[in-house]
């Protein structure tokens, strides 16, 4: 053994021994902290085990292509994130997910899965290569196996250890989409790095061209690709989520979708493979419109139609309440679509100004939270009735603060039944509802609400 190899051998144990301590650390410090409900020692944890795959990242790309090349990769990485994660956390806005879960699934995506994966598919490359086959092969081997079930891990480790987050299809889209954003990301660093090497061997003008190029077809044209095939993994995961207490289902939905994703994993990287060996590049090109774009409009449509049925879920959820004359039929009305939700914030911040606009927002968080509850309710699922307390006690405080300042609308309450409207005379007098509700109108004070409404299943 040289000296030069000597010293490559011992930085590479050095920088793995501290990346598998920090790694161990962090697990443990996880592990306690989940143990005790305690989540500083989550946080620290999560953090520790980031950075051990970072550690590992950060030196196989400096130590492959040097630390010029590894800035302009990160760079040219970044350019395209804010679209990639804006798209998912723009998915899920109207539920209220922790900030910290979802940080989690995008930092689990670019530093533990693209860590583990990038070990995995480099010694699989060296077996091949040992072997006398072709190295990259393991894009198709390995690579789809690894990079799937490690991209999957992090949001089934929320749906593990922290199921109140995840209810849901669009919830495990929204977390799975992050795991796969922050994979896209991590990878763009390793290419774009050696695109800059490959190009800056003819001058510093072709390694920027090289790079600009690279940007163009992976950060922009494919930049969905990871989220997508592990899309399919998160319509398994969010079916599992809908099937509490049958974990035979559950595990088949979770596998059987995992399988779907190394699939089209495997297919997508074939194809370029298979390009490159029967000297066809255009078979990727070809592949790209005639089966992964109209799958991932596909995707597209199915999760604004999951987005939109989280608001017919909570008109359907909160039906009951309308009896018990917790909220009147029009608030009702106006959860059904997202439509309507931007028109009744349209409605109370052209009456109340900025407040009434903050408050009608919360007054419908609020609801989403309630009929999240009734529904797990309704599937079997453990579901917390401190929540629906805490969630009609805003909706009521919201409520007070754009009730009654329309001057158009005559005072009025709801009772549940009919509505009492107060006549120019002064009298009020007992209506019964319209067909379709037409307008807001506030609540008479009324006694908590009930538990789970028995009317509804």
Request: net charge positive.
């Amino acid at each position: 053994m040289t000296p030069a190899l000597s010293q490559a051998a011992v930085t590479l144990l050095t920088v793995l021994g501290v990346a598998a301590g920090l790694a161990i650390t962090g697990i443990a410090l996880a592990w306690y902290g989940l143990a005790r409900k305690h989540r500083p020692l989550i946080v620290t944890g999560a953090l520790a085990l980031f950075a051990g795959g970072l550690i590992v990242l950060g030196w196989a790309i400096v130590d492959g292509s040097g630390a010029r090349a590894a800035a302009v990769g990160l760079i040219a990485a970044l350019l395209p994130a804010p679209i990639l994660v804006g798209t998912f956390l723009w998915l899920g806005r109207y539920r209220r997910r922790p900030w910290l879960v979802l940080a989690f699934c995008f930092g689990w995506g670019a530093c533990v899965a693209t860590a583990i994966s990038l070990g995995v598919n480099t010694g699989v490359a060296y077996l091949l290569y040992r072997n006398d086959l072709d190295q990259n092969l393991a894009a198709v081997i390995s690579a789809p196996v690894i990079e799937e079930i490690t991209k999957l891990l992090g949001p089934l480790l929320v749906y593990w250890t922290a199921r109140r987050h995840l209810t849901g299809t669009l919830d495990a889209i929204v977390y799975c989409g992050l795991a796969g954003a922050g994979f896209a990301v991590a990878e763009n660093v390793l290419y774009a790095s050696g695109a800059y090497v490959y190009g800056a061997s003819l001058d510093a003008a072709a390694g920027i061209a090289q790079v600009t190029l690279l940007v163009v077809v992976r950060g922009l044209a494919t930049m969905f690709a990871h989220p997508l095939m592990t899309g399919l993994s998160a319509i398994g995961l969010g079916r599992a989520a809908r099937l509490p207490g049958r974990k035979g289902r559950q595990t088949a939905w979770i596998i059987g979708m995992l399988l779907c994703g190394m699939g089209l994993h495997a297919l997508w990287n074939g194809s370029s493979v298979l390009g490159v060996a029967l000297d066809m590049p255009a078979l990727w090109f070809a592949l790209y419109p005639a089966f992964l774009a109209p799958l991932f409009f596909t995707m597209v449509g199915a999760a604004l139609w999951l987005r939109a049925a989280d608001a017919r879920r909570t008109q359907t959820a909160l039906a009951p309440l309308v009896a018990a004359a917790q909220i009147s039929p029009p608030e009702l009305a106006s959860l059904a679509t997202f439509s309507r939700r931007a028109s009744a914030r349209a409605w109370a911040l052209r009456w109340a100004g900025k407040p009434g606009e903050a408050a009608m927002r919360d007054f419908q968080r609020a609801a989403s939270d309630v009929a999240e509850q009734y529904d797990l309710a309704s599937i079997g699922a453990p579901w917390s009735e401190q929540t629906v307390h805490e969630g009609v006690h805003r909706m009521n405080a919201a409520r007070a603060a754009y009730a009654g300042r329309d001057p158009r609308t005559p005072p009025a309450l709801w009772d549940g039944h009919r509505y009492h409207v107060a006549f120019p005379d002064g009298q009020m007098r007992p209506i019964d509802p319209p067909a379709q509700p037409v307008m807001p109108l506030p609540l008479a004070p009324l006694p908590p609400p009930p538990a789970y409404p028995v009317t509804y299943a």
